[in-house]
T-cell receptor, first 115, second 111 residues
Framework: EAQVTQNPRYLITVTGKKLTVTCSQNMNHEYMSWYRQDPGLGLRQIYY???????DKGDVPEGYKVSRKEKRNFPLILESPSPNQTSLYFC??????????????FGPGTRLTVT | LAKTTQPISMDSYEGQEVNITCSHNNIATNDYITWYQQFPSQGPRFIIQGYKTKVTNEVASLFIPADRKSSTLSLPRVSLSDTAVYYC????????????FGQGTELSVKP
């Protein structure tokens, strides 16, 4: 089954304790992206990756890091989480072909609470 | 990057056709228009995508006028299960992969 998986699904942590949210896709997609969703603010892009070893900042990258060492994985790293990073996080992936733009497949989400 | 504007909310009744319009005045030549549906605490799900004119699939139609400065998602005969938030996304990889979602339209379908 084609899917994007995220782990953990729920996480409660404390300020300053480094954490990683994993994202994996089994569709051999080139493009992967991380979004956060907050009430009243919709979906905002954090980081994206056009392919292996190629990452770039989205709209709200401050406080986050990513890496793309393998095509299927795109972990989101919070080196020193703060309460304003409490949010619902989604990973997504899609196929690319030149400049053609295809549908994104989203993961189930990770609800993060930073106290 | 094209900014999108949608109504914040809409109400409808079961069996009616619902049209949600998205405004994107500064859409770029290579941008596509994509609509997603999202239920509470779930990831968005692709509905339909288009570049120009009309696109139809088994769940919706997408109307794009010639100037492409707006688009309309049409949901025929909605049911209670269509209650969700609908997002319009305008973009393409010619801009390097950065994508900006609009605020979304919360559709409420009543019996």
């Amino acid at each position: 089954e084609a899917q994007v998986t995220q782990n953990p699904r729920y996480l409660i942590t404390v300020t300053g304790k480094k954490l990683t949210v994993t994202c994996s896709q089994n569709m051999n997609h080139e493009y992967m992206s991380w979004y956060r969703q907050d009430p009243g603010l919709g979906l905002r892009q954090i980081y994206y990756s056009m392919n292996v070893e190629v990452t770039d900042k989205g709209d709200v990258p401050e406080g986050y890091k990513v890496s793309r060492k393998e095509k299927r994985n795109f972990p989101l790293i919070l080196e020193s989480p703060s309460p304003n990073q409490t949010s619902l996080y989604f990973c997504a992936s899609s196929h690319t072909a030149g400049t053609n733009f295809y549908e994104q497949y989203f993961g189930p989400g990770t609800r993060l609470t930073v106290t | 990057l094209a900014k999108t504007t949608q109504p914040i909310s809409m109400d409808s009744y079961e069996g009616q056709e619902v049209n949600i319009t998205c405004s994107h005045n500064n859409i770029a030549t290579n941008d596509y228009i994509t609509w997603y549906q999202q239920f509470p605490s779930q990831g968005p799900r692709f509905i339909i995508q288009g570049y120009k004119t009309k696109v139809t699939n088994e769940v919706a139609s997408l109307f794009i006028p010639a100037d492409r400065k707006s688009s309309t998602l049409s949901l025929p005969r909605v049911s209670l299960s269509d209650t969700a938030v609908y997002y319009c996304l305008v973009g393409g990889y010619n801009q390097g992969g950065k994508l900006i979602f609009g605020q979304g339209t919360e559709l409420s379908v009543k019996p």
